[in-house]
């Protein structure tokens, strides 16, 4: 079993056990049908909504719990954001390219 908390914008948390097997897909709609008690300002109309972010990055709705490798017996912290659409996996790199061929030089006297 993998032990996750979940952390909302708000700052609140919550523990979930979830299935090495379970997805990115799966555990948003668990968390959606099964809604903490705490979080009730939170509240979203819809699963397909809720995003999962673990290192940085936005875990895409097929990825699975195992997959990440995460470390057994320990809880892994993710951060739980509402968000209608994920960038591409690869838009951040993209951006970065296409700015390589601006220029920020400044001149120092």
Do not use: Y
């Amino acid at each position: 079993m993998v032990h996750l908390r979940l952390i909302l914008v708000s700052g609140k948390t919550q523990d979930f056990t979830f299935s090495p097997n379970d997805s990115a897909t799966d555990i948003a709609k668990h968390v959606f049908d099964n809604w903490p008690a705490g979080w009730e300002e939170e509240t979203v109309s819809s699963p397909s909504i809720l995003r999962l972010i673990f290192q940085g990055r936005f875990l895409h709705g097929n990825v699975t719990l195992g997959a990440l490798k995460l470390p057994p017996g320990r809880t892994t912290v993710m951060h739980l954001v509402a968000r209608e659409t994920l960038p591409e996996p690869n838009s951040h790199g993209q951006r970065n390219r296409e700015k390589t061929t601006e220029s920020n030089c400044c001149l120092l006297l």
